[in-house]
Structure formats: structure tokens, C-alpha cells
């Protein structure tokens, strides 16, 4: 099983029906393309590694330090890896 491929579908899976109820009926009418849902999961990577980084900065104890830093570590890689397709693509950010 090849996991990049495998990480690709997770990622250009449809976004849930709740998700684009929640963005408004216009998100409905619309067809999503995979650039559109890449630029969604970009933005929403971001906003993660935002939160990732105020977590990480906040915390005081040792242990929630650690799962701070991990967590950190994983919204990098999940953020540099839609970056990563996006040039593959050749989409202006």
C-alpha cells in the first residue's frame, strides 16, 4: 500500500455535508474542485498550527508540554505536506 496515496484521498475525500451547511447553501450549489478543497484544507492547516503554537507556548506543565510539542510536530508536517502539493500544482497562495 503506497501511503502517500493513501494520505492524498484522505485529504481530497469531500469535505462532510455538515461542513458545507455550515459555510453557507452557496457552498452547497458549488462544485468543489480539488484545488478549491485544497486551498480549504490549507487554510484550515494553518489555523491549526496557529492554535498549535499559542497551545505550545501557553502550557507550563511538563507532560502537557510534550503533547504540546507533538501536536505542534504533526500540524507542521500536515501543513508542509498541503504546501508541498500545492506547488506540485502550481497554485498561487
Keep these: 500500500m503506497n501511503l502517500s496515496i493513501s494520505i ?3 485529504f481530497f475525500k ?3 455535508f455538515i461542513t458545507e451547511k455550515a459555510r453557507g447553501s452557496n457552498a ?3 462544485d468543489y474542485t480539488s484545488d478549491d478543497q485544497l486551498y480549504d484544507f490549507l487554510d484550515d492547516a494553518r489555523c491549526e498550527l496557529e492554535k498549535a503554537v499559542l497551545t505550545f507556548n501557553e502550557l507550563t506543565d511538563e507532560k502537557a508540554i510534550d503533547y504540546a510539542s507533538y501536536n505542534l510536530l504533526a500540524a507542521r508536517a ?3 505536506y498541503l504546501l508541498k502539493l ?8
Design 8 to 10: 492524498k484521498e484522505r
Design 78 to 80: 500536515k501543513y508542509s
Design 28 to 30: 452547497l450549489k458549488r
Design 14 to 16: 469531500g469535505r462532510p
Design 86 to 93: 500545492a506547488k506540485e500544482k502550481k497554485l498561487s497562495l
